[in-house]
């Protein structure tokens, strides 16, 4: 059973740059697509970005222009940053399994803050 | 582009069952598989359903799929509700002309 951990500063000043590292466990990375999704306090989820373990990416287009997601095989883990944050970015990051059209295997979630 | 579009709250008394619709707006509803995960309060999503009709391990017979190509819909339905069915629900696809994820908007269902 493949597990997902994210981890990452729960705060963020504004302007800056959103970092967060999602680790895999039980499982190899090296199979299927990786997920990065997130949610806004008390709102509904959204896509974000994935990346396959050769490296290659699709991006929300809404997010496109911010986010920037990478893949380390050696330490099976992948990563998300999202430049100039603001209020707005704040919200609960997943990261999640995907494999044909599905996601599964989510992990327990990050609070980022954008405050100052 | 497509939106999957899911009503804001249903509610329902425990024992009964209940049906939350997920309409897609544009192509065809079985172009690509349909995926619904619970979400408890404070808590991670987890898949209650993948393919449009299957079971993860350890998810209750009580929870099932289907899709209905005359409405472009897929359905998920609880039955025997139990208090602790009580979550948000998000049916989610994939776009494949786009290469993107979509989730619906969530449905909050209410058991009481």
């Known amino acids: 059973q493949v597990q997902l951990q994210e981890s990452g500063p729960g705060l963020v000043k504004p302007s800056e740059t959103l970092s967060l590292t999602c680790s895999v466990s039980?499982?190899?990375?090296?199979?299927?697509?990786w997920n990065w999704i997130r949610q806004p306090p008390g709102k509904g989820l959204e896509w974000i970005a994935y990346?396959?373990?050769?490296?290659?990416?699709n991006y929300n287009p809404s997010l496109r222009s911010r986010v920037t997601i990478s893949v380390d095989t050696s330490k099976n883990q992948f990563s998300l940053k999202l430049s100039s944050v603001t209020a707005a970015d704040t919200a609960v990051y997943y990261c999640?399994?995907?494999?044909?059209?599905?996601?599964?295997?989510w992990g327990q979630g990050a609070l980022v803050t954008v405050s100052s | 582009n497509f939106m999957l579009t899911q009503p804001q709250s249903v509610s329902e008394s425990p024992g009964k069952t209940v049906t939350i619709p997920c309409t897609r707006s544009?192509?065809?509803?079985?172009?690509?598989?349909v995926q619904w995960h619970q979400q408890r309060p404070g808590s991670s999503p987890t898949t209650v359903i993948y393919?449009?009709?299957?079971?993860p391990s350890g998810v209750p017979d009580r929870f099932s799929g289907s899709i209905d190509s005359s409405s472009n819909s897929a359905s998920l339905t609880i039955s025997g509700l139990k208090t602790e069915d009580e979550a948000d629900y998000y049916c989610?696809?994939?776009?494949?002309?786009?290469?993107?994820?979509?989730f619906g908007g969530g449905t909050k269902l209410t058991v009481l």
């Open positions: 393919e449009d009709n299957q079971r």
């Open positions: 544009s192509g065809s509803i079985a172009s690509n598989y």
């Open positions: 989610q696809s994939y776009d494949s002309s786009n290469d993107e994820v979509v």
């Open positions: 990346i396959y373990y050769s490296g290659s990416t």
């Open positions: 999640a399994r995907g494999y044909g059209d599905c996601v599964d295997s």
């Open positions: 039980g499982g190899s990375i090296s199979s299927n697509y």
